[in-house]
């Protein structure tokens, strides 16, 4: 086959494909938003997790560095990080068990899936309010 036959065919294939829906074509409910959150709430842990290490070296380094890193998670900024951290970990945990019963074939129904989601947001922010109570209660 000559090469300006081949790319000319090969321009036609591309041309006459079906676009791929668009964004607008859906509507966006709860279990999208919970799937969007649950890759979120990944990659923050991710970073979180750096933090907790940097923490951990900074406790292997010695006192000077333990509290320096302890005054920078004491302060204001680092309690609202600890927060957002604290959220992460149970809204991605929430969000695993989730998918685990999916996994299991079981809560695929319209109705339930949803509900599930919303419970996945309410409870993620209960317990991280109910961590932070007794960790302060703790202290």
């Not at 000559?2 to 294939?13: C, D, G, I, K, T």
């Not at 149970?90 to 949803?114: A, C, N, P, Q, V």
């Amino acid at each position: 086959m000559p090469l300006q036959r081949r790319e000319v065919l090969m321009a036609n294939v591309t041309k006459n494909r079906p676009l791929s829906p668009h964004l607008q074509v859906y509507r966006f409910i709860p279990t999208m938003a919970m799937s969007i959150m649950h890759r979120i709430t990944g990659a923050a842990l991710y970073f979180g997790m750096i933090l907790i290490a940097a923490w951990l070296v900074a406790a292997a380094s010695g006192e000077e560095s333990f509290n320096q890193a302890n005054a920078l998670f004491g302060s204001l900024v680092g309690q609202i990080i600890l927060f957002g951290f604290t959220w992460a970990l149970l809204h991605h945990l929430l969000g695993g068990l989730r998918h685990i019963m999916w996994d299991l074939g079981y809560g695929f129904e319209k109705e339930f899936s949803t509900k599930l989601a919303k419970a996945n947001l309410a409870a993620s922010i209960a317990l991280t309010i109910l961590v932070w109570i007794v960790v302060v209660m703790v202290r």
